[in-house]
């Protein structure tokens, strides 16, 4: 007898604990889910090029140079080079979120794109601790620095990795021909936009 109301008590808590469990109010909001990769090699290959559209556009606008400020030029290109990795950053989480090219063995060639734009932070990362660790009080060293940047982002352009990879796939390259946004990326990636120094420009003494 003395058992009975502990019993009734244990399932009053258990349907009350169940109820709480159903109250909406109670339980945190889903997460919104990641948009699908593209379905299609056009969609595939415009989601790259856009994703690399501001990289390109914010690497071939270098900062002035002026060896009589080595301090301003240092910060400006430190800033430029901060910017830069933001934006890559932003481009290898939009190129990862597009998933495998949607063509035979697309896994490998999104793999490939996306250890090219790696590469890329890699020498940025590089660059801007070079500029970093130069002495401001040598407008020679920042000069030297500063070249040093230019041939970075000169192996961006000139190299052209990503496009060539794309390329290797006939469906991908007829995309990539079609695509407005891989057109924006070939006019931004114009070497005569950047402002860099040439190593020439820059005394050796």
Same mark, same amino acid.
């Given at each position: 007898?003395?058992?009975?109301?502990?019993?009734?008590?244990?399932?009053? &808590?258990? &349907?009350?604990?169940?109820?709480?469990?159903?109250?909406?109010?109670?339980?945190?909001?889903?997460?919104?889910?990641?948009?699908?990769?593209?379905?299609?090699?056009?969609?595939?290959?415009?989601?790259?090029?856009?994703?690399?559209?501001?990289?390109?556009? $914010?690497?071939?606008?270098?900062?002035?140079?002026?060896?009589?400020?080595?301090?301003?030029? $240092? /910060?400006?290109?430190?800033?430029?080079?901060?910017?830069?990795?933001?934006?890559?950053?932003?481009?290898?989480?939009?190129?990862?979120?597009?998933?495998?090219?949607?063509?035979?063995?697309?896994?490998?060639?999104?793999?490939?794109?996306?250890?090219?734009?790696?590469?890329?932070?890699?020498? &940025?990362?590089?660059?801007?601790? /070079?500029?970093?660790?130069?002495?401001?009080?040598?407008?020679?060293?920042?000069?030297?620095?500063?070249? +040093?940047?230019?041939?970075?982002?000169?192996?961006?352009?000139?190299?052209?990795?990503?496009?060539?990879?794309?390329?290797?796939?006939?469906?991908?390259?007829?995309?990539?021909?079609? +695509?407005?946004?891989?057109? /924006?990326? /070939?006019?931004?990636?114009?070497?005569? +936009?950047?402002?860099?120094?040439?190593?020439?420009?820059?005394?050796?003494?």
């Amino acid at each position: 007898m003395e058992s009975r109301p502990v019993r009734s008590v244990a399932v009053v &808590l258990v &349907l009350g604990a169940a109820l709480l469990a159903g109250c909406g109010g109670t339980s945190p909001a889903p997460s919104p889910a990641a948009p699908p990769p593209p379905a299609t090699p056009q969609a595939w290959t415009d989601a790259v090029c856009a994703a690399l559209v501001p990289v390109v556009a $914010r690497l071939t606008a270098a900062p002035g140079f002026d060896l009589g400020a080595p301090e301003a030029t $240092r /910060q400006a290109y430190l800033t430029y080079l901060d910017e830069g990795l933001a934006v890559t950053d932003r481009a290898r989480t939009e190129i990862a979120a597009a998933g495998p090219a949607p063509v035979p063995d697309g896994d490998v060639i999104a793999e490939q794109v996306r250890g090219h734009v790696a590469d890329l932070r890699a020498d &940025l990362a590089e660059a801007r601790d /070079q500029v970093q660790r130069t002495d401001t009080g040598s407008p020679v060293a920042i000069g030297r620095a500063a070249v +040093s940047v230019t041939r970075v982002v000169g192996a961006l352009l000139n190299g052209a990795e990503v496009t060539a990879t794309i390329n290797r796939d006939p469906t991908l390259k007829a995309a990539y021909e079609a +695509s407005p946004a891989c057109a /924006q990326l /070939q006019r931004s990636g114009a070497p005569s +936009s950047t402002t860099a120094p040439s190593p020439a420009a820059v005394p050796t003494r």
